[in-house]
């Protein structure tokens, strides 16, 4: 019976490390071909193409779509999600939320922008 049920679990180990595997390959493809994944239901194609600016410099910070970011407005609201890029007629920046809720921010408004995560970080080391 132990023997089964060790047996079971071994496979199961090694069909979840090829799994990973696979998910890292696909990562490493779609960063190869400069595609950027934002699994979000909100984000649809209008806020993308409205995005014109996909990779840009904010305070001495180089950011760009995808990167995990968070925002401190002047009014010392705090906010994070993903970035999907800047407008740069209107000077502000598209991000979505963990709530997938769509925001726009005036760069005049930012107090402080740090990123959590960039996209892709695991293939720059």
Known sequence: ???????????ALIIN????IL???????????NIIVINKKSVTEDHLKAADMKEFILDGTRVKSGDEIRIVT???D???GILIGAIKQERSILM???????????????????VISKYGKFFNI
């Open 74 to 76: 002047l009014a010392k």
């Open 23 to 33: 998910v890292v390959l696909k990562e490493k493809l779609y960063l190869k071909n």
């Open 1 to 11: 019976m132990i023997y089964h049920i060790k047996t079971i679990l071994i496979v």
């Open 96 to 114: 979505v939320t963990h709530s997938d809720e769509i925001k726009k921010f005036n760069i005049d408004n930012i107090f402080k922008l740090k």
């Open 17 to 20: 490390i090829i799994g990973y």
């Open 78 to 80: 705090r906010f994070e």
